[in-house]
């Protein structure tokens, strides 16, 4: 997905947003699919909504952060509730990609033991923190239970 296309200007031309909800709406109607206020955007595959602008799809999230802070985002946008669908700019903060790794709630769908944090080596789990050895455990549970303490106990 390539961005940068559109500015910020030419995106309010278009598109109207909620703050309070994260909803975008149209501005104008370029299909009768599309008509003047209806809520822009699906929902991709991977859970964010995406919008379609001039051929090409955007992510909701960084086209909020365009729309009120009038650039692009440097980074990544986090959405701190971890709801992937809630685009209200009080749920978005631009985070390094390491940062946004550790906020997940949630195993990826490919990860074979189901936890954060945990990876298994023969018959034992070990246990990580931000690249920070937790130490090795009988259980995959033990092991996310190190996890958790020590994503807990963060500050950052």
């Not at 109607?29 to 822009?40: E, K, M």
């Not at 959405?79 to 195993?107: C, P, Q, W, Y």
């Not at 769908?109 to 189901?114: A, V």
């Amino acid at each position: 997905m390539t961005e940068k296309t559109i500015t910020a200007s030419y995106l309010r031309s278009l598109l109207s947003y909620d703050q309070d909800t994260g909803d975008f709406h149209r501005v104008v109607s370029r299909n009768p699919r599309h008509p003047v206020g209806a809520v822009a955007g699906t929902q991709h595959s991977r859970g964010y909504i995406v919008i379609g602008l001039d051929g090409m799809n955007y992510k909701a999230h960084r086209l909020a952060w365009l729309h009120v802070h009038g650039e692009w985002p440097t980074g990544e946008i986090d959405h701190i509730n971890g709801n992937k669908t809630d685009n209200r700019i009080t749920n978005l903060r631009i985070v390094s990609r390491s940062e946004n790794m550790v906020n997940r709630f949630r195993a990826r769908s490919d990860n074979r033991l189901g936890v954060l944090g945990v990876t298994q080596i023969g018959g034992r789990f070990i246990a990580r923190f931000k690249n920070r050895y937790l130490g090795m455990f009988a259980t995959p549970e033990a092991a996310h239970g190190a996890y958790q303490k020590a994503r807990q106990g963060d500050s950052t």
